[in-house]
């Protein structure tokens, strides 16, 4: 039967690359061959293209060869009879409708106005998205990377009613899968249904309408190559590898909605070249024997009940996960979701209810603990009126053998995410500044106080029983009781501060390995120190001693530091063990502080670029967040692209904020003293850390010292704001 | 009356036209021809004067035969007499292929310098690829430079004296690394066929233990030597196969036009005669002559190359060159080396039909010689053409067999590398996969000539719909290949109506018929680099020996055939011949053929004359196979968690 979809991907698939043609034609009539053309925000071009075939399409005339390629990868339509293989022609075919596609959907953004937000979320007047940028694949991508989103489902078209679309994103975004939307049937979307029934959409939720055509099924393939990219350590170009890393890593599949045109065949035969199988909701043809995808290549006429599960299936895609026991849904999809004022039941926050409240982890003794006990002192929320102002103290003791008070920050700052993931549940802030939302849709579904505890206790058990035994809640709205746990934790708080700070790479013996990225990086290896956190920035010292203790044969292991070779470029003996054993015998060494000489590898994660800059003697620094030109000449997407992948790169390394403030940041090259220019935003938010590190080291305004955008996008004119402000970089030893 | 006879629907009226105008063909001849009883089990030894010997092979066992039996005039047992014959039908096999190999290299060596119109470097992905298995850097050279460069490495395979043969690197690691623990890989393919000549001449080799470690090591020298020379640089010269439809039987043969059939084995000669029927001159000038065009047809391995390369019509197989000019639509056949029987010019007196030979290797009475050289061999094709042309007017009575089936050929190892996955996804696994989880049991090589000893065509026929009903996929060369598209069982549609279930939905998903035509009689080499390419994508064993596979030649008659089998039995596997085995008469030898070399190799011998079960003796094999990979039950589906998809590699 696989000789029908042969046929009719191969039909649309001519017909896609017609339309790119024509298309294209008349672009290059209204803008001359010479018009650049971009996705915007993204070092990796149009990226299907990019990644499969290493071309770089930058303007109109670009793309005239690569449609060149198109036609000469696409086969004859299948002959009734005595017809030659059809197999490698049909995914050729589908490859090629890929890149006519990729075409179409970069045309798009020439026109005006762009039909695409360009956001994370859709606004008030569009719910297209479009592609996503390097920011948003980055941020989502470490999600694929450390398997919190075990892989996408690409939905085409529209479900039969509105009902079932939501049923169908629920059931989902309860498995923690990203949902790419693309195509319609007869005008209908998955995505307007969703909104229809105000499900929202966008990053936050997983749920992310591409676009109404079903073109924009590459923008969920273009980011699976950009992953392997920028996480795989793949060239442009391999793509072979890229593909393999696609079947092997990202754990992404196809289900089609509704009646399967040409065009859709042509599509789905280009994600099944990525090992992405497709389930379907009509009776198409099935095309079961496998080889290319893991299992099958497309299974058809599955009932929407049955379609998650049978995906799942056919793609080989486990999901571990903990059972909560509440009344609403609860799925890591769900941590982004947002309530909206008008749709709060009731919220607890000190800025805005001048109630108090915290949230506080803390180790007992075990024979003080009943294990799994919830307690409510104080009124539940069945008892709290619409939009009253209350105290909230949510109180976690744990006990363990293995435990020590040096967790307890850990696994409080899970609380985070642990409350979001509960569909109606907003959280953010921690200790005492921390916000919490409650839906009117949670209420109703009779959601109370205690289910807090329920999934504290659920998540808590589930990832951390190797340190914590037992473990008990006490969720406080009685403001008479809530004063003395509030002492005890705002004296817990002060005293974690102090302790933090006595934590230097002098003071241990050991320091630990991440080697979490190694899936998707493999010759990369992060080494934590107390002064030098993981460069993804969600990794500190104290983090990975934890993560040793819970798990000892995981991704962080402890390393004897060793003699040290060089205090200065933070260099050790050990540390180069275990540098040369993790890269896979490719580095020999690796210095902590230095960016010149041997710095650490990245893997693609980092939250923030340093790189130098000749002229000025000295580095700028540039975060994620920032997306505009910086004055070494490579935006962060261009600088990421260069030195991920496990490499060490003199003059660039990654790391994360945290460790701008570091005593030991770049002290090889002359510490904070170097950083000439940092984005706005970014100085802003470091703004207290530069200031207090400056003075430590005896200049008062280093903050004002440092350019930023607003003074200068190049290096000359860092150059000229750095001779105004007298910055000390300009008097330090020759970086180079 | 001939149902006996053959199974061929064209070449059945063919032979009672024969038998009516009392024509004597191959089938009259071997009916009446009583072939020697002691020759017949290899235990005639003729290598020297003081013989011939021919050795009563009476005594039930071993022993009886080796210590106690009659012996040759020089002592030579049973078993070394067997031996020495079996080793010199390995000898001239090799002989043959390697011959080939070498006409290709020197012509492609020339053709890259320039020095021959008409060829030319058409593939040089393929140029390049070999150059890098060669140790050559294929970058930024010139390609008729770099072709130079690979053909005069690969010529040094000929006359090397030490050393390893270049392609035995092609085979597994731990195939290689048993070899050279072994002692059999070829140093130079001219030197294991003079050893084995010198081993077999009188008083030298007398242990079959010995002889056959000998012949093993020149059989390599044949598939990894001269037959993977011959196909890797024709394949560059006259482009890789790609699938392409074509048409079988002597119903090819067209009455309104001038029929060329070519004949034979080496494709320099005929890609020169396609070429020139193509030549507009040559056509206008056969309109002149009263025919519609020029009508090229192949024969025998001619056939298959240029069947594999261009789609040109297969007008029979071995047994089918003398009804070809039995149709007296005929005007030329030309032939070259091997396979080329000495009945055509007799035959073709009776019809005005010319026997031309080209070969300088090659002549025989009574036919029109026109010699080619590679330097002017275009122009030897052109008034090759023309004669035939020139002979149309001549014709008498025609009588062409409205018999013509269609076939899809064209399945190189690069074909069925992209058929599985595209430009992008191009590899073995999807056949790996399949094996794995059972829809496809194993592969199965069914190769070789015919035997007019033996129902034509039947043998081939039988065996291949009973493999491909238990699920096995069957890959073809040579006649075999030709017989089972005479069948209709190299279409895609063959699948739904022969093939097992698992295999039918396999082809259907990839498009393909059940049985793969992968060439000429050199082209077995494709069979080996598929074999390598299945070991390499992994989870099926490391080594050939671990594959599900087997080999068979049911209609054997050539030498070639006998170093083929050879050289499979020295990778690993089982090999099954039909119609008679010469060794059968030495017991030991015999036994150690068929059981005792497994032990060495993992390869050995069968002997099987019914094709239902020799089917089976090589299903059993698969079936033990996949026992020993653990791969005979159904696989669990697995769920990959993330811990379980860090093991995948990319």
Known sequence: ?736 | MSENISICPASLPMLDKAKNEGIETVFDRSKEMKTCPFGSVGTCCRNCAMGPCRVNVKGETEEEQEYGGKVGVCGATVGTIAARNFARMIAAGTAAHSDHGREVVQTFILAAKGETPGYEIKDEVKLKAVAKELGIDPQNKDKNKLAVEVGEKLLTDFGRQEGELTFIKRAPKKRQELWKKLGIIPRGIDREVVEIMHRTSIGVDQDYRSILHQGNRCSLADGYGGSMIATALQDIMFGTPIPLRSKVNLGVLKEDQVNIIVHGHEPLLSEMIVLASKDPDLLDFAGKNGAAGINISGICCTANEILMRHGIPVAGNFLQQELAIITGAVEAMIVDVQCVMQGLPRIAKCFHTEIITTSEKAKMPGTIHFEFHAHNALKIAKDIVKRAINNFSKRGKVNIPDESIDLIAGFSHETINYMLGGSFRASYRPLNDNIINGRIRGVVGVVGCNNPKTTHDFSHVTLVKELIKNDVLVVQTGCAAIACAKAGLLTPEAAKKYAGPGLAEVCETVGIPPVLHLGSCVDNSRILEACSAMVAEGGLGDDYSDLPVAGAAPEWMSEKAIAIGQYFVASGALVVFGVTFPATGSKGFSKYLFDEHEKITGGKWAFETDSIKMAHLMIDHINKKRVALGIDKKPQRVLYDMELRRELKF
């Not at chain 1, 009509?282 to 024997?289: A, F, G, V």
Request: net charge negative; charged share 25%; with cysteine.
């Open chain 1, 1 to 736: 039967m696989s000789k029908i979809i042969a046929s009719a991907a191969i039909k649309g698939a001519h017909k896609i690359a017609n339309l790119a043609d024509q298309n294209l034609n008349q672009a290059i009539q209204k803008f001359g061959n010479n018009q650049k053309i971009e996705f915007p925000n993204t070092a990796y071009y149009l990226p299907i293209i990019y990644s499969m075939l290493g071309i770089k399409v930058e303007k109109l005339s670009d793309m005239v060869t690569i449609l060149d390629k198109v036609r000469n990868l696409l086969p004859e339509v299948p002959s009734p009879t005595l017809h030659v293989p059809y197999l490698g022609h049909v995914l050729d075919a589908g490859m090629a409708t890929l890149f006519a596609e990729e075409i179409i959907e970069a045309l798009k953004y020439l026109e005006n106005p762009i039909p695409y937000t360009m956001t994370i979320s859709p606004t008030s007047e569009n719910i297209w998205l479009g592609a996503a940028d390097d920011k948003i694949m980055r941020e989502r991508g470490i999600e694929f990377v450390d398997g919190s989103a075990p892989g996408f489902a690409a939905c085409v078209g529209a479900c039969p009613d509105n009902k079932t679309a939501v049923k169908l994103a629920r059931e989902l975004q309860e498995k923690n899968l990203y949902i790419f939307l693309a195509g319609n049937n007869n005008g209908k979307s998955m995505s307007e249904q969703l909104k229809e029934e105000g499900v929202q959409l966008g990053w936050e939720t997983r749920l992310i309408p591409f676009s109404k055509d079903i073109y924009g099924a590459i923008f969920a393939l273009g980011f699976a190559s950009r992953a392997a990219l920028a996480f795989g350590g793949v060239e442009p170009g391999d793509f072979k590898r890229n593909l393999i890393y696609n079947k092997h890593r990202i754990f992404a599949f196809v289900l089609a909605l509704g009646e399967v045109s040409d065009e859709w065949y042509a599509t789905a035969a280009g994600a099944i070249n990525y090992g992405f199988p497709v389930i379907s909701y009509t009776d198409i043809p099935q095309i079961l024997p496998t080889g290319v995808c893991l299992y099958e290549h497309v299974v058809s006429n599955i009932p929407f009940d049955n379609m998650v599960e049978k995906a799942l299936e056919v793609r080989g895609l486990k999901i571990v996960k903990t059972h909560v026991d509440i009344p609403v849904a609860y799925a890591s999809a769900f941590e982004g979701e947002r309530i909206r004022k008008e749709d709060t039941y009731i919220e607890f926050n000190y800025t805005r209810t001048k109630e108090l409240t915290f949230e506080f982890v803390t180790s007992k003794k075990i024979e003080e603990i009943e294990d799994g006990k919830i307690e409510v002192l104080g009124k539940d929320l069945d008892e709290l009126s619409e939009m009253s102002k209350n105290s909230l103290g949510i109180v976690v003791e744990v006990a363990g053998a293995r435990m020590q008070s040096d967790f307890e920050p850990i696994l409080e700052r899970q609380i985070h995410s642990f409350l979001n993931e509960a569909q109606g549940v907003f959280h953010m802030g921690q200790r005492n500044i921390n916000w919490i939302r409650i839906s009117k849709t949670a209420k109703d579904k009779g959601f109370l106080l205690s289910h807090i505890g329920t999934i504290l206790l659920a998540r808590i058990m589930g990832e951390y029983s190797s340190i914590v035994d037992k473990a008990q809640v006490k969720i406080i709205t009685d403001k008479n009781i809530i004063e003395k746990y509030y002492k005890t934790a705002m004296d817990t708080y002060h005293h974690r501060d102090d302790r933090l700070k006595g934590l230097t790479d002098e003071a241990v013996d050991t320091f630990y390995t991440c080697t979490l990225c190694q899936s998707f990086a493999p010759d990369h290896i992060c080494i934590v120190t107390p002064e030098r956190s993981g460069l993804c920035g969600a990794y500190n010292w104290l983090d990975g001693k934890a993560a040793y203790e819970i798990n000892p044969h995981g991704p962080n292991q402890p390393i004897p530091k060793g003699d040290i070779a060089d205090p200065i470029l933070g260099q050790w003996k050990g540390v180069n063990d275990a540098v040369y054993k993790g890269s896979h015998q490719k580095l020999e060494r690796m210095n902590a502080y230095s960016i010149m000489e041997d710095p650490m590898t990245s893997c693609g994660c980092f939250e923030c670029i340093s790189a130098i800059l000749p002229m000025a003697n000295g580095i700028m620094i540039v975060d994620r967040d920032h997306l505009e030109m910086t004055p070494c000449g490579m935006k962060f997407s261009t600088l990421a692209g260069s030195i991920g992948g496990g490499q060490q790169v003199p003059g660039f390394v990654g790391h994360s904020k945290y460790y701008i403030g570091s005593k030991k940041f770049m002290l090889a090259e002359g510490g904070i003293f170097r950083v000439v220019w940092m984005p706005k935003k970014l100085k802003d938010d470091m703004k207290d850390i530069l200031i207090a590190r400056g003075k430590e080291d005896g200049i008062e305004n280093l903050y004002e010292m440092i350019a930023d955008e607003t003074v200068a996008t190049d290096e000359e004119a860092v150059m000229t704001y750095l001779e105004k402000t007298g910055h000390p970089a300009l008097t330090m030893d020759p970086l180079m």
